[in-house]
């Protein structure tokens, strides 16, 4: 089983309850690809997205360790999981907006599915609420949208430890790999992320509610 497959599992929450059941209606509904019994597979263009952003990561960090006279940077095995759930949702969100004109809309949202289920940034399920509105499938952009507004209780719930390593896998994803953080797209290693989180939700809302 694949990083992308692992991470799709429970949670006693409900912003994820309410996102794994959102996207289990979108993927009955739209019969989305690259999901098999529910869970998500890793299709080709994915994997290349996620090769690309891990290599970019790797060299990075390996160049600031010979910088600081050292060979390679170093993980712990719990933090190294967040970095590569990091880095799944960051390279599956790259791969949605950077789709051309000739990718089905359908494509699209089943990658910003995907990206969701690795890392539940609330971005990544923003983003297939536009793409829904988009379409006039108000009512699971409606949805969605509703689900990204539960997302600071459940992140106000989560251990402090488990916070800070979440928060600071984004943050190092932003400083070693250039073709991601360059696209300004949001995710919790942005200041005060929780409010931008509120103003993006709103500004949708106003745009087709």
Same mark, same amino acid.
């Given at each position: 089983m694949?990083?992308?497959e692992?991470?799709?599992?429970?949670?006693?929450?409900?912003?994820?309850?309410?996102g794994?059941?959102? *996207?289990?209606?979108?993927?009955? $509904?739209?019969?989305? @690809?690259?999901?098999?019994?529910?869970? /998500?597979?890793?299709? %080709?263009?994915?994997?290349?997205?996620?090769?690309? =952003? =891990?290599? %970019?990561?790797? %060299?990075?960090?390996?160049? $600031?360790?010979?910088?600081?006279?050292?060979?390679?940077?170093?993980?712990?095995?719990?933090?190294w999981?967040?970095?590569?759930?990091?880095? @799944?949702?960051?390279? +599956?969100?790259?791969?949605?907006? $950077?789709? @051309?004109?000739?990718?089905?809309? *359908?494509?699209?949202?089943?990658?910003?599915?995907?990206?969701?289920?690795?890392? +539940?940034? /609330?971005?990544?399920? +923003?983003?297939?609420?536009?793409?829904?509105?988009?379409?006039?499938?108000?009512?699971?952009a409606?949805?969605?949208?509703?689900?990204?507004?539960?997302?600071p209780?459940?992140?106000?719930?989560?251990?402090?430890? %488990?916070?800070? =390593?979440?928060?600071?896998?984004?943050? *190092?994803?932003r400083?070693?790999?250039?073709?991601?953080?360059?696209?300004?797209? =949001?995710?919790?290693?942005?200041?005060?992320?929780?409010?931008?989180?509120?103003?993006?939700? $709103?500004?949708?809302?106003?745009?087709?509610?």
């Amino acid at each position: 089983m694949g990083i992308l497959e692992s991470m799709f599992g429970g949670d006693p929450k409900q912003y994820v309850h309410s996102g794994f059941e959102l *996207t289990h209606q979108l993927i009955s $509904e739209f019969s989305l @690809t690259d999901w098999i019994n529910g869970r /998500p597979a890793t299709s %080709e263009v994915d994997q290349q997205y996620l090769d690309e =952003m =891990m290599d %970019e990561f790797i %060299e990075s960090s390996n160049a $600031e360790a010979r910088r600081k006279g050292g060979e390679t940077l170093s993980y712990s095995p719990e933090y190294w999981n967040y970095v590569q759930r990091a880095i @799944t949702d960051c390279a +599956l969100r790259l791969e949605a907006i $950077e789709s @051309t004109d000739a990718v089905h809309w *359908t494509v699209r949202l089943s990658t910003y599915l995907k990206a969701w289920a690795s890392g +539940l940034n /609330p971005w990544a399920l +923003l983003y297939a609420s536009v793409l829904l509105y988009q379409q006039n499938q108000a009512r699971f952009a409606k949805r969605a949208l509703e689900i990204c507004s539960l997302f600071p209780r459940y992140w106000n719930s989560r251990p402090p430890t %488990e916070s800070n =390593m979440a928060v600071l896998s984004y943050v *190092t994803i932003r400083l070693y790999v250039y073709r991601y953080s360059k696209e300004n797209l =949001m995710d919790i290693g942005e200041v005060g992320f929780i409010q931008k989180l509120a103003n993006d939700v $709103e500004a949708v809302r106003r745009e087709y509610c």
